[in-house]
């Protein structure tokens, strides 16, 4: 299974940027699909972008215009370019990874943004 480690969050004022990066240990595997969920503990998990092998990208309305998702299939890895944040971003983002043939899906331990209003 595929190890994923984000790396980027912090903390930002309202209309900063962040670029989160999502790193995977194997490569061994040709991943498939890859993006990024949020989650505030105790909340409901939400997409907020998803990427094809080859980069197709669809993203969530909310994020629509402001948050870009790229990939490295060289490097192994995954990037969200996020513009023009506001505090309703605040939260906890995680990559994830599927590899196509078994259907099997890795998750990162995820990386924390702030934005303060």
């Known amino acids: 299974q595929v190890q994923l480690v984000e790396s980027g969050g912090g903390l930002v004022q309202a209309g900063g940027s962040l670029r989160l990066s999502c790193v995977a240990s194997?490569?061994?595997?040709?991943?498939?699909?890859m993006g990024w969920y949020r989650q505030t503990p105790g909340k409901q998990r939400n997409l907020v972008a998803v990427?094809?092998?080859?980069?197709?990208?669809h993203d969530v309305d909310s994020v629509k215009g402001r948050f870009a998702i790229s990939r490295d299939n060289a490097k192994n890895a995954v990037y969200l370019e996020m513009k023009n944040l506001t505090p309703e971003d605040t939260t906890i983002y995680s990559c994830y990874a599927v590899d196509p043939l078994s259907g099997l899906t890795s998750w990162g331990q995820g990386t924390r943004v702030t934005v303060s209003s």
């Open positions: 990427i094809s092998r080859g980069a197709l990208t």
């Open positions: 194997e490569t061994s595997i040709n991943i498939g699909v």
